[in-house]
């Protein structure tokens, strides 16, 4: 099959699908990736065929950092400015990814590619459509934390029906945002459809989600072709895993450290984070490692003792095992490789998924969190202190560990991929096909019923 997995957002938004694609490539098929142009250098050197779909992200901008980023308009703002002025551009990229030099067979699209059921739409091409956080779903049943209401959060579990309001909510505040996406359902002359934020992004055949069920489990409300996989871990730069030299040094010349990153997008408005979190390090005398990324203006002003170690980037599945504790903005990319590592956190959320995915954290026992206001040397001084103390939670760290890294997301998205593509092939030659039971679609260490058909 020639399959394309495209999406727009953050690395950690765009690493899943290297897995993916690496795998069905491994299984005989012909992936392409259709990802904002910044990413070629990191994609193209796997040999996997790499397509630039736009708007493509500059990595120097930090308004744009700290535009998207703002816990009260940033989700809107990152739609209506950033996303939604080069629709139009972005189903162009997208159809020519699926059709030239050859028509795909299916696609794999993110939801934050609001062009691709509009690709799909028009030229018939299955899809299945895939989701990294449970607050994507906005369930009624597992409400989300709302990063521009924080507070409906501690009501959720003590007033009926609270869950119904905030998703009631969600959609009141967001109503006009996505008119850029009807109009152009006009222009190709396709009908008005249902909620792009809400519904349409939901495949109507397969709906993946690459997260572990220790993060969620399925709810009543979500779509019913839903095939929870497992975590799908990649963080190799351009192939290579290794740590940088200086680094790999510097942890073996001592006791594991404090690693404080702000992932690949939110590092673009760090503030104080890195001079905070050195500080904080000091004061517990603790070794640290700083993963400032390109701007090097996160480097701590000051001049830093031989306990901490600065660096651009480092694999986090290389890094987080060697460490004690990691300090993080709540990025579910980073997260998982915690819970993958075993390791405590300290979280402290900007926008969109983070808050949700710290709450579930801290409720997990793995974790505690700082709203980034509070972010103050003595306030991460006094919670680093509690982490590095307790020992429930690294034990708690440890147990969740060990259930993440029994899952197989990598195996079980491309399982998943394979049967859809069967029953599509199946159906296109005749065959009947009959509606997948929830139960029945490809979960956790599922074998694909794909490479059995004669």
Known sequence: MRIILSTIGTMGDTNPLVAIALELRRRGHDPVIAVPEIYRPRIAPLGLEFHAVRPDIDPKNTALAAMIYDVRKGTERGLREFL???LRQT????????????????????ELNYAGPLVAETTGIPWASFLLAPLSFFSAFDPPVLPMYPRLARADRMIPGMGRAIQRLARLVSRKWPQPIYDLRAELGLPRGTNPLFDAKHSPDLVLALFSEVLGKQQPDWPPNTCITGFCFYDADAGNAQLPPHLEAFLKAGTPPLVFTLGSAAVMAAG???????????????RAVLLI????RNRPRHELPASICVAEYAPYSALFPRCSVVVHQGGVGT?????????????MPYSHDQPDNARRMRRLG???TLRKDQFTPSRVTAKLSVLLRSPRFAQHAAAISRQVQREDGVGSACDALEELAARKAMRKLGHPDPQKAPESIPGRNSKSTFNRLP
Do not use: H, W
Not at 335 to 347: D, E, F, N, S, V
């Open 293 to 296: 990324g390109p701007d090097q």
């Open 91 to 110: 189903y162009e990229d997208l159809l020519d990814a699926a059709t030239s030099p050859t028509r795909a067979d299916l696609l794999l699209l993110g």
């Open 366 to 368: 793995v974790a505690t």
């Open 84 to 86: 939604f002025p080069v």
């Open 272 to 286: 104080k984070f890195y001079e905070y979190g050195a500080r904080a390090a000091r004061r517990l005398n603790q």
């Open 335 to 347: 997260t998982a490789q915690c819970l993958r590592a075993g390791k405590p956190m300290l979280i």
